[in-house]
């Protein structure tokens, strides 16, 4: 790859990778963290990596960072309870919130499963390289995420017909 | 591809993430909407679909950008000129020449036995002093040599005329331990009696007169082989002189046509078989 290709990666899947990232992080701070860092790893290994492997190789480093990140973070899981009571009581009356509400109470595979899928367009193959996991298993990981999200805008009896 | 109360979540999902036929679409769309339940079911499955916050981008990305290699591009006209140019100094320099034979390069300090007059060849590079570096290694590697031998690779310089030859010659030739040998070079050979008497050890070798090889230290343990290389500009002018000489059919053409702004450079050599043709036409494509 080179100094050029490396620049067009940074135009087109920072944006992506950092907003993969705060939608399962919830945290923007760590998010340009480790989209820094990811960047950073394709730089020190630019001749490793080829351009039409980079998407895929910059959202599986940037995942990874992510895991490290909720495992190193012990408070992550109050923090996101403490984030839920306090959005309970916001009025929402947009459809986008309640779905982003809905994401947010996913489990971490399911969340990161669905935002590759749906944010960036991703394969069920290269979520499954990304994460990890087979392609039935990347499948069933969204339509949970899916099926639970539905049910989550239907309990809260959205008028949306 | 019938849709009941246990399927119809799985169905809408292949449905929704793309996964079934265009066959089999129309057919499940067509039960979605004779349906209400399904049909709203079906909303609530299309409302699961993220939508990416476009407004959300990453701050620092001014960061991330590499600063390019900034790639000069010459214009064609200029292009050409500069090939031109290049390939008539490539042909120049590299144009064949019998003599090139007698000038090889040949400086080397190498320990033989007291009665072996067999003489080391090795190729040396370009340096721009005597002894100025010295690469035991790189040569002992190179040349027809005995394992023992110990081969010291002293530098090369320019010699032309008597004058030089002397301060060239003299810081090898006065070391007590060291012999020297100049072979295939007429004009140093020639200048070299004026240099004996101060020369202890002289071996003089030139297979092109038949000279008498002389033999005046065998005692000694280093001989110096020493040939001597024509810098480039005095090779360059060496290579001119001798094509202008074997050329059989030199042109030369200027066009100095003006007017129409097409005034041109030709030039055409052609000598044993070469032949050499160098244009250069600086305002062809100017309209």
Request: glycine fraction near 2%; charge should be neutral; aromatic fraction near 8%.
């Amino acid at each position: 790859m080179t100094t050029h290709e490396y620049n067009t990666c940074v135009k087109q899947y920072s944006d992506g990778i950092f907003r993969f990232i705060v939608k399962n992080l919830r945290d923007e701070f760590e998010a340009e963290n480790i989209v820094q860092n990811t960047f950073e790893k394709l730089w020190v290994r630019i001749d490793q990596v080829e351009m039409k492997t980079a998407k895929a190789y910059l959202f599986k480093i940037a995942y990874n960072n992510m895991i490290d990140v909720i495992r190193k973070n012990k408070n992550h899981s109050d923090l996101t309870s403490a984030v839920h009571v306090a959005s309970d009581n916001y009025e929402y009356n947009n459809l986008i919130e309640y779905v982003s509400m809905a994401v947010n109470e996913l489990p971490a595979k399911q969340k990161s499963a669905l935002t590759l899928r749906d944010y960036e367009g991703h394969d069920y193959k290269s979520i499954g390289d990304i994460m990890c996991m087979s392609e039935s298993q990347v499948k069933i990981n969204i339509f949970r995420a899916r099926k639970y999200i539905k049910a989550y805008i239907n309990k809260l009896e959205l008028m949306i017909l | 591809m019938i849709l009941d109360k246990d399927n119809y979540e799985l169905i809408m999902f292949d449905l929704l993430e793309g996964n079934l036929s265009e066959a089999e679409e129309l057919l499940v769309m067509d039960q979605i909407e004779g349906d209400d339940f399904l049909f709203r079911e079906w909303k609530l499955f299309k409302a699961t679909v993220l939508v990416p916050t476009s407004s959300m981008v990453f701050p620092g990305k001014a960061s991330l950008y590499k600063e390019e290699k900034k790639v000069v591009v010459m214009s064609k006209r200029w292009a050409a000129i500069a090939a031109s140019v290049c390939i008539l100094a490539a042909v120049l320099i590299s144009w064949p020449r019998e003599e090139d034979k007698m000038v090889q390069v040949i400086t080397t300090v190498t320990e033989l036995k007291s009665d072996s007059n067999q003489v080391v060849q090795v190729e040396t590079q370009k340096y721009s002093a005597f002894e100025t570096e010295i690469n035991e290694n790189r040569v002992a590697n190179r040349g027809i040599q005995k394992p023992d031998q110990k081969v010291i690779e002293l530098g090369v310089k320019q010699v032309v005329n008597t004058i030089e030859l002397e301060q060239t010659i003299l810081p090898i030739v006065n070391r007590k331990d060291v012999e020297l040998l100049v072979q295939n070079k007429p004009d140093i050979i020639q200048a070299l009696p004026s240099l004996n008497t101060t020369v202890p050890q002289l071996f003089v070798k030139n297979s092109a007169t038949n000279a008498k090889e002389t033999d005046l230290a065998l005692k000694a343990k280093d001989r110096a082989i020493a040939s001597f290389k024509v810098e480039e500009v005095v090779r360059l002018k060496d290579k001119i002189q001798a094509i202008l000489v074997m050329a059989s059919n030199p042109k030369l053409n200027i066009n100095t046509d003006f007017k129409n702004n097409r005034p041109s450079f030709q030039v055409e050599l052609e000598t044993k078989g070469y032949q050499a043709i160098a244009s250069i036409e600086p305002f062809k494509n100017r309209n």
